[in-house]
Each structure stands twice: as structure tokens, then as C-alpha cells.
Nanobody, 118 residues
Framework: HVQLVESGGGSVQAGGSLRLSCVSS????????MGWFREAPGKEREGVAF???????AYSDSVKGRFTISQDTSKNTLYLEMNSLDVSDTAVYYC?????????????WGQGTQVTVS
């Protein structure tokens, strides 16, 4: 059973940057499709960025060009570099792992980290 622990959230002004980290405690991150998701108040959880074992990445249209997903297999860690943050990016961000890169296939979740942009 994989345990995921996120960190790096916080408060930032619009236009600023943050980097989120997600450490996988048991299994190598490249063995799964890993992704970042977010859930804003009153909205459903949505996929933000994915990376699979082959290094293929995908982004939602709302973050494309601003966010970058990456992983360091030596540290079993997934990252999300977020630049040019906007108020609309305010949400709880979750790290997830699953067999395929789709929200419906994500079966392992971290506890979430709050990102607030003002």
C-alpha cells in the first residue's frame, strides 16, 4: 500500500510561484501514473497534471504553460512547479497514484495541501 505525503502549499500573491512535493513512502513513483489534482470550495476534484512511468506528461488547459510536473525517482518524489499563480488556482491540492492517468483510475491519495492565491 503506497502512502503519499504532500507538502509545499501556502499563501502567495497572484503572479507568484510555489512548488509542491509528494513523497511516496513505499513504491517507486515510476511504477504508477502519478498526478496532481485540486479541489476548490464548491467544486469537484479535477486533474491538473499527470506523469506516467515513461515520463509522459499531460496538463489541464487551465494550467498548461504555467505548471510543470516532474518526478525524482531517486527520492521517490513527485513535484508540481506552479508559476504565474492566479486567484483561480486557490484549492486544496492532492497527489494521487493509479494504474492509468485518469481521475477515475486514481486509487491512492495524499492528505492534500492548501494553496491560497490572493
Amino acid at each position: 500500500h503506497v502512502q503519499l505525503v504532500e507538502s509545499g502549499g501556502g499563501s502567495v500573491q497572484a503572479g507568484g510561484s510555489l512548488r509542491l512535493s509528494c513523497v511516496s513512502s513505499r513504491h517507486p513513483v515510476h511504477a504508477y501514473c502519478m498526478g496532481w489534482f485540486r479541489e476548490a470550495p464548491g467544486k469537484e476534484r479535477e486533474g491538473v497534471a499527470f506523469i506516467n512511468g515513461g515520463g509522459y506528461t499531460a496538463y489541464s488547459d487551465s494550467v498548461k504553460g504555467r505548471f510543470t510536473i516532474s518526478q525524482d525517482t531517486s527520492k521517490n518524489t513527485l513535484y508540481l512547479e506552479m508559476n504565474s499563480l492566479d486567484v483561480s488556482d486557490t484549492a486544496v491540492y492532492y497527489c494521487g497514484a493509479g494504474r492509468y492517468c485518469s481521475l477515475s483510475y486514481i486509487t491512492i491519495w495524499g492528505q492534500g495541501t492548501q494553496v491560497t492565491v490572493s
